[in-house]
């Protein structure tokens, strides 16, 4: 019995002739604890697409960035990382609240290499590792239930330019982001944004906004 295909799956994979290679993989590559590999390469990334499901049932995909080491291997089948300042939507958050499976994809776009898991999320009041991450709104801890890792050869080779200003960092202030300058949601900001935009550039219209953005100043 399969832990990660279904019919759909099988159907076709039988018309591909891939049935016995995929059988063989799943022996093979599949893992349901982290080993030191697995630990390096998670707690190297600056970045992940995090998988998750809303409330009717459609899956959407977010990227999370941080520092180098923002996302934790607690212990040999559970990561934790934290949920930073956003739009205030809380769309991924909300999800995994409702719909704790989720899927992460972790990527080093320069060797290359990529490794995926499959787990369940929680997020539970005041976790002590809130005290560790400057400015994080909550704590997401994921249960293991699968990981492996991807053949690396449709990925493309990347650089890093350089690590957004916008990420928390110790006794340092962050800069308020540019989209809550726009005009037009200064009378619905949470408190702790209010009257800011004044002393980081003024306002701006939502075009204005758009055009920053284009040009990457946003």
């Not at 776009?109 to 005290?131: C, K, N, T, Y």
Request: charged share 25%.
């Amino acid at each position: 019995m399969s832990e990660i295909y279904g019919e759909a799956h099988r159907l076709l994979q039988g018309n591909f002739g891939t049935t016995d290679m995929a059988t063989r993989l799943e022996e093979v590559i599949i893992k349901t604890e982290f080993d030191e590999a697995d630990v390096a390469f998670v707690e190297s990334r600056d970045m992940f697409f995090l998988s998750t499901v809303d409330h009717v049932g459609r899956p959407t995909v977010s990227y999370k960035g941080g520092d180098v080491g923002f996302v934790r291997v607690v212990d040999s089948t559970t990561l934790a990382f934290p949920s930073y300042d956003g739009n205030g939507m809380f769309y991924s958050m909300g999800n995994l609240h409702q719909n704790p499976s989720v899927g992460i994809l972790f990527i080093d776009f320069e060797v290359p290499h990529r490794m995926r898991l499959q787990g369940r999320a929680s997020i539970v009041d005041d976790d002590p590792l809130l005290q560790e991450y400057s400015e994080a709104d909550l704590i997401v801890r994921v249960s293991l239930e699968q990981t492996w890792v991807n053949c690396p050869r449709y990925i493309h080779r990347y650089k890093k330019l350089q690590t957004s200003k916008y990420v928390p960092k110790p006794d340092v202030e962050t800069p308020h982001a540019v989209w809550k300058r726009i005009d037009a949601v200064q009378d619905v900001l949470p408190e702790k944004d209010q009257g800011k935009a004044a002393i980081s550039g003024g306002e701006l219209t939502f075009e204005e906004y758009v055009e920053l953005q284009r040009k990457g100043d946003a």
